[in-house]
């Protein structure tokens, strides 16, 4: 299958930081990537949809100004967590498909806590 | 999207099979049935996807009923490395924004 990668893996950041994270799809060009986030022991939220060259969509209730997220290229997004605080520690997950592709593949996740 | 109700746990001895229900009674004449996978702390995998007819691949087999209420995913022989939580979601297959809305999903124990 596709192959979607995600930088870094883990990060350590201290509150009031700004924190980037990149997601690539390394063997095909995803027209539409996706980014969630996931809470211990919870299930995984879908924070925003991307196309690359327009504005992302947000899902209810995630703020677009403190969670920036760019798609520049057809195999690169990044989520930037703005100002994070110890709240904003989690998983975050980023996905990738191409338009009339079945299948979403996910990147292995990068785990942020912020101190 | 249909809503779709899944078991919160289940346990499988390993060698044997593991057989995981999904209840999605408010499906849509064109939304698929899709399984992923998620080993804890990796990001989730696709298993398979289905519309009516029963699928199967080198990972799992996918019965649908013929309601299309209900589908059940079949791990053959489950391994210790099976051990993860399973979702199985409704929607559109190509639609426009091809989102994914994770529920609860199962948590599968596969034990020695």
């Known amino acids: 299958g596709a192959v979607v990668s995600q930088h870094p893996s883990w990060v350590i950041c201290k509150s009031g930081t700004s924190v980037k994270i990149e997601c690539r799809s390394l063997d095909f060009q995803a027209t539409t990537m996706f980014w969630y986030r996931q809470f211990p022991k919870q299930s995984l939220m879908l924070m925003a949809t991307s196309n690359e060259g327009s504005k992302a969509t947000y899902e209810q209730g995630v703020e677009k100004d403190k969670f920036l997220i760019n798609h520049a290229s057809l195999t690169l997004s990044t989520l930037t967590v703005t100002s994070a605080h110890p709240e904003d520690s989690s998983f975050y997950i980023c996905s990738a498909r191409v338009v009339g592709w079945y299948e979403q593949y996910f990147g292995p996740g990068t785990r942020l806590t912020v101190t | 999207d249909a809503k779709t109700t899944q078991p919160p746990s289940m346990d499988c001895a390993e060698g044997r099979a593991a057989n995981l229900p999904c209840n999605h009674s408010?499906?849509?004449?064109?939304?698929?049935v899709y399984w992923y996978r998620q080993i804890h702390s990796q990001g989730p995998q696709y298993i398979i996807h289905?519309?009516?007819n029963n699928e199967t691949n080198e990972m799992a087999s996918l019965i649908i009923t013929e309601d299309r209420k209900s589908s059940t995913l079949i791990l053959p022989h489950a391994t210790l490395r099976d051990t993860a939580v399973y979702y199985c979601i409704v929607r559109v297959a190509t639609g426009n924004t091809g989102k994914l809305i994770f529920g609860q999903g199962t948590t599968l124990q596969v034990k020695p």
């Open positions: 289905g519309l009516k």
């Open positions: 408010t499906i849509s004449g064109n939304e698929y």
